[in-house]
């Protein structure tokens, strides 16, 4: 009987442990975005709220960290050199796993949430992102062509980072816009909501979000997916007539 109560304490203390602690309850201005011809660009307003059990007051120490996360490809980066006065493809990187698109808020700059090692764990922040080189280049061309791939994707509006944009009201209640651009690649995305709690991620949840294209837009992606020899012919034939027409009002006009 006795082995039997302390085999009993022993299960039901992690439960305890867990209950111990605060859960994120997290949710999504839009799960559904749908991409039209008009399309250009959206906010999302990620937003919840933290639980403390038992009537705990909240932790004043408490930050929140917000990603949004799309779905990951891999992609040639190439890199264009002048010679001879004309700019040419130099040198090439593969990745093979890199995110679609990246977007991180915080409630205070990552270096003052968590360690550089609890960082790079859940990928908080650009230059913690696992980017899976395709190998076989040396170390000073892998980060001369992340820092490239990172800059790129920055300026196109697919990678951004906000060290202050994540509103927390009373220490319970948070909030955090993240902004969609217009050229965003359809696919899951993923939310995940990280609580940090003096140097440590305490909670986590996550939600998913479906970008997608619709009406004609929808109708051209999945011709190109589905029937890509046929889709290519008609592209070439557009191309041609586009061309023979515009050399026919050219002749005419002149």
Known sequence: MRRRRVSLLLL??????????????????????????????TQ???????????????????????????????????E????????MNADSNRFRSAPSFYSVATSRPVGELVDERTAAIYELGLHNLQLSPGGGALPEKERRFEAGLLDLRRRQGLYAENP????????????????????????TYTAETFLIDRGKVIAAATRDIQIDKSGFERFVALAARRHRFLYGIVAV????????????????RF
């Open 12 to 41: 039901a203390a992690p439960l305890m442990v867990a209950a111990d602690k605060p859960v994120l309850v997290p949710d999504i201005s839009a799960r559904e975005v749908q991409i039209r011809y008009s399309f250009s660009g």
């Open 80 to 87: 264009k050199a002048k010679l001879a006065g004309i700019w």
């Open 237 to 252: 034939l557009m191309s041609l007539a586009l061309g023979w027409l515009a050399a026919v009002a050219f002749r005419r």
């Open 44 to 78: 999302l307003l990620l937003f919840g709220a933290i639980l403390y059990p038992g009537g705990r007051i909240p932790s004043r120490s408490a930050n929140i960290a917000v990603v949004l996360r799309g779905p990951v490809q891999p992609i040639l980066v190439r």
């Open 164 to 187: 202050s944009g994540v509103e927390i009201t009373g220490g319970v209640l948070y909030r955090a816009t993240i902004n969609i651009p217009s050229q965003v690649p359809v696919g």
